[in-house]
């Protein structure tokens, strides 16, 4: 019986195949999937690169839709339905835009025209200042 039993082991050792270890203790499928990921992390690094330039005002809706989302959310919650939610956050975001037109646009364009009056005067201001903390 233990030579059956040997005979019967030493078969099976043979027909199970080894599990093939690469570094790390990777088998061959762990390699083929990392490999596989790095490829489509690639590619997408590269689609990515090539549509930079348009890519802002798509981060830029997809970050306001994400933050928004729960106020529509809650609106509808509360009777309204989505498209009257929505276009309400729009009234109210053209809302607040004018009145920034109208009340910090002036102010904005009063300072910076009193400033780029004045710049002669600040530029030789801060001249004297250095010169005096220098020594000279």
Do not use: C
């Amino acid at each position: 019986m233990d030579a059956q039993a040997a005979r019967s082991e030493e078969m099976a050792a043979h027909t199970i195949p080894e599990r093939d270890i690469y570094p790390w203790g990777w088998s061959r499928r762990d390699l083929q999937r990392s490999l596989a990921i790095g490829f489509a992390a690639l590619i997408g690094l590269l689609f990515l690169w090539q549509v930079q330039a348009i890519l802002p005002p798509f981060l830029i809706a997809f970050a306001m839709a994400a933050l928004l989302d729960p106020t529509v959310r809650h609106l509808e919650k509360h009777g309204h339905t989505r498209g009257r939610a929505i276009a309400t956050l729009y009234l109210l975001g053209f809302l607040i835009v004018a009145l920034l037109i109208v009340f910090v646009a002036p102010a904005v364009k009063n300072q910076v025209e009193d400033l780029s009056g004045n710049v002669g005067r600040y530029y030789t201001e801060i001249q004297r200042s250095a010169d005096t903390w220098m020594g000279h």
